[in-house]
C-alpha cells in the first residue's frame, strides 16, 4: 500500500538499512515519524540483506502507509545499486539521505535543512558535513583513479585532484610543486541534493559499489558547489562500520 503523499511535497527522505540490524532501522525510521510531519515529505526505504525482524517491522509500516516504497533485496546489493533503485522513485525537489546509523535528533531538523536550501543560490545543490580525502587509498581500491573520473559520463574537461603537477589545474599549490590532491565531499551518512542534479549525473555511477567521494568530484566537475552546513539536528555515523557494509 502507498500513501498517496502530495506531490507538492518537497522532499524525498532515503533510509538504507543494512543487515541484521533492527535496532538501527527502527532508531532511524522512528526518528523521521517522530520528528518530521508527514505531510512535509516523503518516505523511501532500501533494505540490502536485512533479516527477519527489521523486514516484519519495515512491511508493516508500508502497509500503514508510513513508508511510501519499500525495496528489498535479501542479498546485500551495496550501497549504489541499490541508490539507484531507491532515486528512481524520488520525484520531489529534494532528497534527504540516511544510512541506518544516523538519525534526526530532534523536532525543526528537517525545517532546518531545507531552510539552508533556500537561502543556497543554484550553484549549492548539496548539503551536509563536508570532508576531504588527500590520498586516494583512503577511499578507493582503483589503480586509475584519474582514469576513472575522465571517462566518467560527469567528467567535464576538468583536471582531477592530483599530487603531480597539474593536479586541478595547479602547478605550484601552496608553493608546493605539486598539484592539489585534496578531494572535497560530503560525508555519505546524511546528506541533502537537489534531484536535479542525482538526474543530471545520472548519479550513483553504475560502475560503483559505494563511494561518496566521487560524487564530489562530479559536482566539482559540473561548476556545482557542496555547502558545508554540518548535521544540524542529526546524529550522524553512531556506528562502527559493519565490514561490506552497504
Known amino acids: 500500500m502507498e500513501l498517496a503523499t502530495p506531490l507538492t511535497t518537497k522532499v524525498t527522505i532515503c533510509v538504507l538499512t543494512y543487515g541484521d540490524y ?12 517522530s520528528h518530521c510531519p508527514r505531510s512535509e515529505y516523503r518516505l523511501i526505504v532500501g533494505a540490502n540483506a536485512i533479516g527477519g525482524e527489521t523486514l516484519r517491522y519495515v512491511q508493516s509500516l508500508e502497509m500503514k502507509g508510513d513508508i511510501d516504497h519499500l525495496i528489498v533485496s535479501p542479498v546485500n546489493l551495496y550501497k549504489s545499486p541499490m541508490m539507484r533503485r531507491m532515486f528512481d522513485k524520488v520525484e520531489t525537489e529534494l532528497t534527504w539521505w540516511f544510512d541506518d546509523d544516523s538519525h534526526i535528533l530532534e523536532p525543526g531538523a528537517l525545517a532546518s ?11 549549492t545543490v548539496m548539503w551536509g558535513q563536508s570532508a576531504r ?5 583512503s577511499f578507493t581500491n582503483l589503480e586509475d583513479v584519474l582514469g576513472f573520473v575522465r571517462s566518467a559520463m560527469w567528467y567535464r574537461g576538468l583536471p582531477p585532484p592530483s599530487w603531480r603537477v597539474g593536479g586541478k589545474g595547479e602547478l605550484d599549490f601552496e608553493n608546493r610543486g605539486t598539484g592539489d590532491g585534496r578531494w572535497f565531499f560530503i560525508l555519505g551518512g546524511c546528506w541533502l541534493i537537489r534531484t536535479k542534479t542525482i538526474r543530471a549525473l545520472d548519479w550513483p555511477d553504475l560502475r560503483l559499489r559505494d563511494d561518496d567521494v566521487f560524487l564530489g568530484e562530479a559536482i566539482r566537475q559540473n561548476g556545482w558547489n557542496l555547502a558545508n552546513i554540518g548535521t544540524p539536528g542529526v546524529a550522524l555515523n553512531t556506528e562502527p562500520r559493519r565490514g ?3
Open 22 to 33: 533492527p535496532r538501527l532501522a527502527e532508531r532511524v525510521i522512528e526518528s523521521i515519524r
Open 113 to 123: 535543512w531545507l531552510a539552508r536550501v533556500q537561502a543556497a543560490p543554484e550553484s
Open 133 to 137: 580525502c588527500d590520498n586516494k587509498e
Open 244 to 246: 561490506h557494509m552497504r
